[in-house]
């Protein structure tokens, strides 16, 4: 198999720390049972999160678009137990609003790391398909956190707050990642208003 590392280009940074991936899977999981719905986590990386969330057997959409990680999330995840609910698609998420929810309007809740530089284009889309996505769980960089909480004159946070309860669940500090960033992140947990 090849040798798999973080990739700078893909701005790949892995939560590594067991503790906190369990608390993560869990808020993940209550949203999903309160909403009747799957799960799509976006940037799947080595399978971190994901192991924990199939131990739940909820359904499971994984989107990655480092495609040489790819066979590794299907080798590791391939025994029958595992294989029924997962569903893995080499793609990001942007591309993912566009062809599942166009197509399919399933309600889902989206969980995953969203990189500051996508974060308007993700957030512009979530607001846009808000009746398919009842709550998601992100991990996102402090500054971006702070924006979203705060009140402040950007139209894309203020639309979200009426769309979503925003609250933080935990401040997750960089020595928990592989490779170690630069930055601190918060676990934010976005829940409808409707």
Known sequence: MINLYPKKKFGQNFLTNNSLLHLISKEIIELSKKNNCNICEFGTGFGNLTKFLLEF?????????????IPHILLLFKSKSFKNFLKVYETDIIHFFKDYFESYQFK????????YHLANDILQKIIQFQMFIPGSIFLVPEELAKKLLENNQCNIYNLLKQKYKISILTKIYNNVFYPKPKIVSYLLKFESKF
Do not use: A, F, Q
Not at 57 to 69: A, G, M, P, T, Y
Not at 108 to 115: A, Q, S
């Open 108 to 115: 889902t809740i989206l969980c995953g790391n969203i990189p």
């Open 57 to 69: 057997k909820v359904e499971i959409i994984s989107l990655e678009r480092d495609r040489e990680l």
